[in-house]
């Protein structure tokens, strides 16, 4: 069995078990806007706080999901390795042992079908239909209205289509709002047959190498569905895969989140969708590093050049530049050459671009060399390079 991940919900919002809603509330909204990404750019530990106080406030905001996390120690809609073997839960007449395999296979279904490296976390998958049979919830129909759940994408570009824009499209798995029924999920034809078991009253569901035989959250075993649209079950929305065209601007960010409005899961009964999120994730450059808008590289630099000054090309994003190093230049010293970075993804303000100096030193082959800086090294031998140090130990 695979580890559980381990969540301190309680303990990354920083409130007692014992804490009412308001208070969870209140905690988080002060938490979320001091860790916000926007306020921290670049810190990658305020990042993280960032995601596990959402994830922690996710969780505990929800009082189904909440009761399972105080039950069980954990919650997880996308993938974990069960409960713990032991687990007091489900109605009667259902056995659940979920110990002994792992859920990875189970919950990879749930990735994009854009592949390249994309991934999709699709909520409202096969686990909330497992567990919304555990606890007992989705006898029969659910009829309020809810807002779609929000899907998020990781879309792997190069350094050059982060610095350049891309633009592409990404197969995206979600619940669209039916068509027969125009999200309301009602048919206006009394009972129909449930198209989600088939009016069987039971459906198998397979996790990793398990099938399980459950009872249809459908409609409720009974096989058949008053009313209900015979597309989408009454559910207002049924899954499907489209194509949806990803224009990632120039200047993105490793990290740069996106946001596609209404291209999220359909809401049920015609509430509103969620949004599709993309979040970039740039590879890095063999020798340009970003660091934010700025570009900073590392030129070798030989020794003539840096005592006697020079003017040496250096490769920018535009191609090949001329930097000039003054006499006595000496190793990690930086110029800046000026608006030579990325072009802001919001401002179009060019960043810099940061040359460091990385002085190499000769390696003689020919006996000339050698006996010229031998020679030098004669004139120079009054110099120690390493007065100051004697100096200070
Ligand atoms: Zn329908
Ligand atoms: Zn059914």
Not at 152 to 166: H, K, L
Request: glycine fraction near 14%; proline fraction near 6%.
């Amino acid at each position: 069995m695979a580890a559980t991940p381990k969540h301190e919900y309680y303990e990354t919002l920083g409130v007692p078990r014992t804490a009412d809603a308001e208070e969870i509330r209140k905690v988080y909204r002060k938490l979320a806007r001091k860790y916000h990404p926007d306020l921290n750019p670049g810190d990658k530990s305020a990042e993280e706080r960032f995601r596990n106080v959402q994830e922690a406030y996710d969780v505990l905001s929800d009082s189904k999901k909440r009761q399972m996390y105080d039950q069980f120690g954990f919650y997880s809609e996308n993938g974990f390795a069960g409960p713990p073997p032991g687990s007091q839960g489900g109605q009667p007449g259902q056995q659940f042992d979920f110990s002994g395999f792992d859920f990875s296979d189970f919950a990879s279904g749930a990735q994009g079908a854009g592949g390249g490296g994309r991934r999709a976390t699709e909520t409202g998958g096969g686990f909330r239909d497992i567990f919304s049979q555990f606890f007992g919830r989705g006898q029969g129909r659910q009829e309020e209205p809810e807002k779609g759940a929000d899907l998020e994408y990781v879309m792997n570009i190069d350094f050059w289509q982060a610095i350049r824009g891309t633009q592409t499209r990404v197969n995206i798995t979600r619940y669209e709002t039916c068509g027969t029924c125009h999200g309301t999920g009602s048919s206006g034809a009394g009972e129909v047959s449930c198209p989600q078991c088939k009016g069987t009253g039971h459906v198998s569901q397979m996790a990793g190498a398990m099938r399980f035989n459950l009872t249809c959250p459908k409609c409720g075993g009974s096989g058949k569905l008053r009313n209900a649209c015979p597309t989408c079950g009454g559910d207002g929305r049924v899954s499907h895969t489209e194509q949806v065209e990803i224009r990632i601007p120039p200047g993105a960010r490793d990290g740069s989140r996106l946001r596609v409005p209404g291209k999220g899961n359909a809401g049920t009964h015609g509430a509103q969708p969620g949004d599709l999120y993309i979040t970039t994730k740039v590879e890095p450059h063999a020798f340009f590093h970003r660091d934010g808008d700025n570009i900073e590289i590392k030129v070798p630099v030989t020794v003539w050049e840096a005592a006697l000054g020079a003017k040496i090309e250096v490769p920018t994003i535009d191609g090949r530049t001329l930097l000039k190093i003054p006499q006595g230049t000496t190793n990690g010293q930086k110029f800046r050459l000026r608006e030579k970075g990325v072009a802001n993804s919001r401002t179009s303000v060019r960043g810099d671009q940061i040359v460091e100096v990385s002085l190499s030193a000769p390696d003689p082959r020919d006996e000339r060399t050698r006996k010229l800086l031998a020679e030098m090294a004669e004139i120079n031998k009054g110099e120690d390079p390493r007065a100051e140090m004697w100096a200070k130990v």
